[in-house]
């Protein structure tokens, strides 16, 4: 039988979670995004085409969650979110670039550079980048946590020392032979630093205190370390189809990953280990936080 990596949260629908922050989300950035005709329209429906393509919208849902947790509502938390989703959009359209993991397939759907070429992609993520600030600045200021901080958490977050940083540390990596603290590094900055923001300024969206924020930060860096343990384990267990994106090519491109160094049943171990300490991190919550817990217990369970 196999044993849970903690319990799982009673009575929580997490299904029915997802669905209503996805079709929030998703309603907010329509509204957010200049309409596809916007001159120039191949940007705008470049940036739409990418953004629309049918993500997982894992992250908002994590920026909507952390709100409750912390007492405050989806509504002031949602352009954070969208935020963050804009970021990350930006890095995958740009990941996909024949410059750097060079893929034909995201989403389900062709890249943006198959699609529009690649001028037209690299602007694209440029412009999902940049609009992710004008985000952060229609968003409401809190009396602990003024648009001054929102930027800096977002910037921090997405640049040359976390998500871009964590970037070039993966590239540089390729077909070379990496230690678990170097391995770790690189998870720490391209993934974990984007949902460990996204669950703080859920947090700071609800004005949360210093201490509910230390308790997102440690809840989101374990839950993003354990998120790119799985999406190791998924490039080599799952198919492209089920993926939406190009299975395998991990090990193609000799990619550092933990089932490489560690085995897949190591890894398995690592990523329930990583998500009993995100799991831990909630206790100040006392119970309120039922939705990243669920949460944490469906990304380590996830299948694609
Ligand atoms: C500055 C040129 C330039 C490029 C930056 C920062 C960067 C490119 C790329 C980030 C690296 C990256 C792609 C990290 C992987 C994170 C990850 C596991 C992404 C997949 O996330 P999911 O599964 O995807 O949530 P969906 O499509 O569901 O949103």
Same mark, same amino acid.
């Given at each position: ?36 005709? #916007?001159?120039? +329209?191949?940007?705008?429906? +470049?940036?739409?085409? &990418? ?31 969208? +935020? ?24 389900? $759907? ?9 001028? %037209? ?5 440029? /412009?999902?980048?940049? %609009?992710?600030?004008? @985000? ?9 946590? &003024? ?12 640049? &040359? ?21 170097? @391995?770790?590094? %690189? ?10 923001? /996204? ?30 343990? =799985? ?7 799952? &198919?492209?189809?089920?993926?939406? $994106? ?8 000799? $990619? /550092? #990953? ?11 171990? =690592? ?22 817990? /669920? ?10």
């Amino acid at each position: 039988m196999q044993r849970h990596a903690h319990p799982p949260p009673a009575a929580f629908d997490l299904e029915d979670f997802l669905r209503r922050s996805t079709t929030a989300v998703n309603a907010a950035l329509d509204r957010y995004l200049p309409r596809p005709g #916007t001159r120039p +329209a191949t940007l705008h429906r +470049a940036m739409r085409y &990418s953004l629309f393509a049918g993500g997982k919208r894992l992250r908002p849902a994590l920026c909507l969650a952390a709100a409750e947790a912390c007492g405050g509502t989806w509504e002031d938390a949602l352009p954070l979110a969208c +935020a963050v989703e804009c970021i990350h959009t930006y890095s995958l359209v740009h990941d996909d670039l024949p410059a750097m993991d060079n893929d034909d397939f995201r989403r389900g $759907k062709p890249t943006n550079h198959k699609v529009f070429g690649e001028g %037209i992609a690299i602007l694209a993520g440029d /412009a999902l980048l940049t %609009i992710a600030f004008e @985000l952060v600045a229609r968003a409401r200021g809190w009396p602990r946590y &003024s648009h001054r901080d929102l930027v800096r958490e977002l910037a921090e977050a997405a640049g &040359s020392r976390q998500l871009v940083g964590g970037q070039v540390a993966d590239l540089e990596a390729e077909g070379r032979k990496v230690s678990a603290a170097h @391995l770790r590094y %690189i998870h720490e900055r391209k993934t974990s630093a984007l949902l460990r923001c /996204a669950v703080r300024l859920g947090g700071m969206s609800a004005n949360g205190t210093p201490r509910q924020l230390e308790a997102l930060s440690d809840f989101g860096y374990h839950v993003g370390l354990a998120f790119q343990v =799985i999406d190791d384990i998924l490039d080599v267990t799952q &198919s492209s189809e089920q993926l939406g $994106k190009t299975a395998g090519k991990d090990t193609a491109a000799q $990619k /550092a #990953t933990y089932p490489a160094l560690v085995g897949l049943e190591k890894s398995r171990q =690592i990523a329930a280990r990583l998500t009993r300490r995100a799991f831990a991190a909630l206790a100040p919550f006392r119970g309120r936080a039922c939705a990243l817990e /669920a949460l944490a217990t469906h990304l380590l369970q996830r299948n694609r």
